[in-house]
């Protein structure tokens, strides 16, 4: 039990597109989904909290803006970096709260921005 | 002083060796704690969770909690060169209403050589 997956695990887009990064809870339902980012050797940054039904909460520093975060259904969240630039090309990964007490996490989409 | 420390290693040992990871915390309000295991280019894998002090233990894995010294520890018994990967203290509580965050360590990189 307690599945997340993510779609696309790779993605290889054009400076200035925008791509979209959806996070699944297959096996239970998510009133709470979390977006990080993660750069080579680094830990987990967190980007934003994503409530179902609610808009999302940024963390300080990151641009609201830029990275979209839609929480349209109990087992969905998507990201959308729109605009991408190079600077954007990192690890993504999204992770869903089953209860109060933890998070499973997806398998992480990895965004290459040329 | 930063919420959660844990030593970036990376850590060498050999197959079979008894590993011993390690994080201290200094937010008293931390209710609950998690390891996480993460492989390169991976979402990270919940390995073990608890709330209380103490030991847990989960096959080879053995997670200890000491709240009075803020300080928790995650065994791995007879490592083998699967074990190799970034291993993620992981924090979180609850502040008033509903918080789900998890606060993170860095990783500690281990590497299980044959």
């Known amino acids: 039990g307690a599945v997340v997956s993510q779609h696309p695990s790779w993605v290889i887009c054009k400076s200035g597109t925008s791509v979209k990064i959806e996070c699944r809870s297959l096996d239970f339902q998510a009133t709470t989904m979390f977006w990080y980012r993660q750069f080579p050797k680094q830990s987990l940054m967190l980007m934003a909290t994503?409530?179902?039904?609610?808009?999302?909460?940024?963390e300080q520093g990151v641009e609201k803006d830029k990275f979209l975060i839609n929480h349209a259904s109990l087992t969905l969240s998507t990201l959308t970096v729109t605009s991408a630039h190079p600077e954007d090309s990192s690890f993504y990964i999204c992770s869903a709260v089953p209860g109060p007490d933890t998070q499973y996490f997806g398998p992480g989409t990895r965004l290459t921005v040329l | 002083q930063k919420e959660v420390e844990q030593d970036p290693g990376p850590l060498s040992v050999p197959e079979g060796a008894i590993v011993s990871l390690n994080c201290t915390y200094s937010n008293s309000a931390f209710q609950y704690f998690m390891w996480y295991r993460q492989y390169s280019r991976k979402g990270p894998e919940l390995l073990m969770y608890t709330y209380s002090s103490g030991n847990k233990e989960d096959g080879r894995f053995t997670a200890q909690v000491d709240k009075s010294s803020k300080y928790i520890s995650l065994f791995i018994r007879d490592s083998q060169p699967s074990d190799s990967a970034t291993y993620l203290c992981a924090m979180g509580g609850h502040s008033g209403g509903s918080n789900y965050k998890l606060t993170f360590g860095k990783g500690t990189l281990l590497t299980v050589n044959p």
């Open positions: 994503s409530n179902e039904g609610s808009k999302a909460t940024y």
